[in-house]
């Protein structure tokens, strides 16, 4: 294993549709946290994208924002990932995106951020995990970072243990991506 310096990039996805997204809130704070420790990243916001369905065609015959997102995500050394909890998984949307671009990950790091509307929707990151494992052998680092309703307040994250939790999954990750 190489010890890299400088040079890593980390792609955060934002997964959630919602104009008011809680997973958006939190991966502002992450956006802060990598701003802080002068780590490279950029931001897939899927609410920014044209996004169409997948239905198993060709990278090349989706739309340019997928396209180029896809690009984006293949020059990236790791990725945060946001994920809004839907009936106790991965919400559709997301699962879709990654269903057209996750190849871009293969054998990479990623780290997971879970959304939900109440404290027992934890389990649902493990989907996500899974997918990640099984499709593109892409390893996630703990901690997961989840937070739920009452973690908010005002539109902001109300609860410190959800912002330690994003440093040390941010730490984590950028501790294997160093060494990938
Ligand atoms: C279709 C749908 C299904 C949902 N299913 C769950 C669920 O299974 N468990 C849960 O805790 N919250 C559930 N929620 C609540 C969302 O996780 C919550 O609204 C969260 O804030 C979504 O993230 P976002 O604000 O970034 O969109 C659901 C919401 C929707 C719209």
């Known amino acids: 294993m190489v010890q890299k310096t400088g040079n890593n990039k980390i792609i955060l ?16 704070e992450v956006v802060i946290i990598l701003k802080e420790k002068n780590i490279t990243y950029e931001v897939i916001d899927l609410r920014k994208l044209k996004l169409e369905f997948c239905n198993g065609r060709d990278l090349k015959d989706y739309n340019e924002d997928l396209q180029n997102a896809y690009k984006l995500m293949e020059s990236a050394n790791g990725y945060i990932i946001g994920m809004p909890v839907y009936c106790y998984s991965v919400s559709g949307v997301l699962k879709n ?67 330690h939790k994003a440093r040390t999954m941010v730490e984590r990750l950028m501790d294997i991506v160093k060494h990938n």
Not at 140 to 161: L, R
């Open 13 to 28: 996805i934002q997964g959630s549709l919602n104009p008011n997204s809680k997973t958006a809130v939190i991966l502002d």
């Open 97 to 163: 995106f990654l269903d057209i671009t996750c190849s871009a990950m293969e054998n990479k790091v990623t780290g997971i951020v879970c959304n939900a509307g109440g404290v027992m929707s934890y389990l649902a990151s493990a989907d996500l995990m899974k997918i990640l494992s099984y499709e593109v052998h892409a390893l996630t680092v703990q901690p997961t970072v989840y937070a739920y309703g009452n973690d908010f307040k005002d539109g902001q994250i109300a609860n410190e243990k959800v912002l």
